[in-house]
Nanobody, 124 residues
Framework: QVQLVESGGGVVQAGGSLRLSCAASGRTFSSYTMGWFRQAPGKEREFVAV??????????YYADSVKGRFTISRDNAKNTVYLQMNSLKPEDTAVYYC???????????????WGQGTQVTVSS
């Protein structure tokens, strides 16, 4: 497994932007599918975006709610994955978690490595 540490959360007005970063430790980072998930108060943790490592290396997948606004990317040389969030909405307010999986998947249950989370608050 890899150890993950998120950063970049904060408070932003609706329509603004934030970039989240997730630094990973471990030599196998490049072989992990990396994802971002979020959890709002009283709600279940939900999929946001994933970037694959496998046969479809570098392929990205997004939840419909963020498609066209968020962009996931990775820099294997820096062991870091990013989530660029633009045109933020109040409903994007949540704790955002970085996660890693050895599978080519978007299912939260398939991710075994998790960061501690970073709070994103979007004010109206």
């Amino acid at each position: 497994q890899v150890q993950l540490v998120e950063s970049g959360g904060g408070v932003v007005q609706a329509g603004g932007s934030l970039r989240l970063s997730c630094a990973a430790s471990g030599r196998t980072f490049s072989s992990y599918t990396m994802g971002w998930f979020r959890q709002a108060p009283g709600k279940e943790r939900e999929f946001v975006a994933v970037i694959s490592w496998s046969r479809r290396r570098g392929s990205t997948y997004y939840a419909d709610s963020v498609k066209g606004r968020f962009t996931i990317s990775r820099d294997n040389a820096k062991n870091t994955v990013y989530l660029q969030m633009n045109s933020l909405k109040p409903e994007d307010t949540a704790v955002y978690y970085c996660a890693g999986s050895g599978l080519d998947t978007t299912l939260v249950g398939d991710f075994g490595s998790w960061g501690q989370g970073t709070q994103v608050t979007v004010s109206s």
